[in-house]
């Protein structure tokens, strides 16, 4: 009796995680989705803009769907901690359970000049890890999902890396200066196809729906850039990691993090190997 009231009890548990990440999916969706009529509202309008630090541009709009997605998603989860860029961080998300980690505007460039390519970013953390996540586009209304376990969709469409065996006619997207020669021991095949996007964010859901077959950006990124992307990569078959391929942990002391790779893990462990013909 003792042995099936414990199982009884690791079944209940185990549903009980379940439906959280499914009504946390909902949640994220949803106000993720509503903070894109903020979006809209100011692109391509007048607003006030001005830079955080060199390089870090911030403008009224993703202010005003900061404020929108804490309120909306603080009100339905009280006990949830909040890690956002254009929010002061708080120690105490770290003593929290379950962390909203949210990025109001990534790729605030491509929003400032006009350029559909910037992303609403959410994710819900639990013990250093995302277990769901969601990636609008506002202009292209393209909603990237995904939950733990569960896959991942845009606009309800099953997600899947590409099968790219290797480098030849491989679609990349990167900052233009990765494929410099001078940066490297030996040269990119001339076929790679290499493109960019504002949003690192967008980078990697692209990814994720095999658009693009893989995303590499050798720059610092924070919690917010890349936690709910991170689980969409991984439920549509990819892997994302450190050029070092280390897995990410989110909601730590520290929120940045120095490089990151997505693609299908074939051609992941091909990039990892390239990383050693890194000069600089």
């Known amino acids: 009796m003792t042995e099936i009231l414990f199982l009884n009890q690791n079944v ?12 946390d999916a909902a949640l994220l969706a949803l106000n993720v989705r ?4 903020i979006a809209r509202r100011f692109y391509g309008g007048t607003y006030k803009s001005w830079d955080k630090g060199p390089g870090n541009p911030v403008t009224e709009a993703d202010i005003a769907i900061d404020e929108f997605l804490k309120q909306k998603l ?11 860029e254009e929010t002061a961080d708080s120690p105490a998300r770290l003593s929290r359970e379950r962390v909203f980690v949210v990025d109001p505007i990534d790729g605030t460039y491509g929003f400032l000049k006009h350029r ?11 013990n250093g890890r995302p277990v769901c996540g969601a990636i609008y586009n506002p202009i292209t209304d393209e909603m990237f999902e995904a939950e733990k376990g569960k896959g991942a969709t845009c606009n309800g469409k099953r997600l899947q890396v590409s099968d790219r065996p290797g ?4 679609r990349l997207l990167a900052e233009k200066k990765l494929s410099d020669p001078a940066r490297w021991t030996a040269p990119w095949p001339e076929t790679m196809n290499h493109e960019t996007r504002a949003s690192v ?8 729906a095999g658009r693009y077959d893989a995303m590499v950006s050798l720059t610092h990124k924070s919690d ?6 991170d689980l969409i990569v991984r439920e549509a078959g990819g892997l994302c990691t450190t050029r070092a391929g280390e897995a990410f942990l989110y909601n730590g002391g520290k ?6 790779i997505c693609a299908a893990p074939v051609l992941h462990a091909q990039l990892l190997q390239r990383m050693n013909q890194l000069k600089f």
Do not use: Q
Request: net charge negative; charged share 20%; aromatic share 12%.
């Open 12 to 23: 209940t548990s185990n549903c009980k995680f379940t439906e959280s990440n499914s009504a």
């Open 34 to 37: 509503e903070a894109g009529d």
């Open 74 to 84: 603080l009100t339905a989860r009280p006990d949830y901690g909040w890690l956002s």
């Open 116 to 126: 559909p390519e910037f992303t609403i970013v959410a994710a819900v953390v639990e």
């Open 167 to 170: 480098f030849d006619h491989m």
């Open 201 to 208: 964010a967008y980078r990697m859901a692209l990814v994720a």
């Open 224 to 229: 917010w850039d890349i936690a709910a992307a």
């Open 255 to 260: 929120t940045d993090h120095e490089s990151v």
